[in-house]
């Protein structure tokens, strides 16, 4: 009986080296893996996912407009459905990929945030905890040795921003997964965290 999982983390938890791991793992055994990923997701190209330790491989862009579902039954012999950036798939999106897993029994593994740079839930985030039916965190450290909750965002002086849009892409330079108490310290005091 095929699943829907979330596997969510922090920046820098290995979401991605995990979702491409994966991947690898699925095609060593001979079966035929899906690989997408959310058109927003531009950050290391327009087709390419990249981890920071180096892994990639190309995917298939997912528009945000597009109906999942349609897509799926243009491929063939799919055994598996892999997925990351997940957390910027519509509400729509991850509605059709449970569509998928339940009425064409393929798994589909969504690898992604839980939350952005102010602690909100992601939509495609908060519909993968309503209908998964399996949700993994995926761990990060904090600088400070606790676990990372929060994926700060930072100004160009290293300091945490609390404003502006909820999709900003970027990597090391612009986000530190932090634990919440460091976080909230670093807003109170303004000091530079990188």
Known sequence: ????????GSMGSSKTAQA????????ENGMRVWLIKPASDSRD????????VGLEATAEVVAQDCDIRESFAQQKNVDVIIVDECQFLSVEQIDQLREIVDWKNVPVLCFGLRTDFLSTLFPGSRRLFEVADTITEIKAICDCGA???VNA???????????GAQLLLGGNDRYLAMCHKCWIR?????RKVK
């Open 186 to 190: 670093s807003i109170r005091e303004g």
């Open 45 to 52: 190209g327009e087709v390419l996912i990249k981890s920071r």
């Open 147 to 149: 676990k990372a909750t």
């Open 20 to 27: 491409l791991i994966t991947k690898y793992n699925y095609e």
């Open 1 to 8: 009986m095929a699943k829907l999982y979330f596997k969510y």
């Open 153 to 163: 965002r930072l100004d160009a002086d290293g300091r945490v921003v609390t404003q």
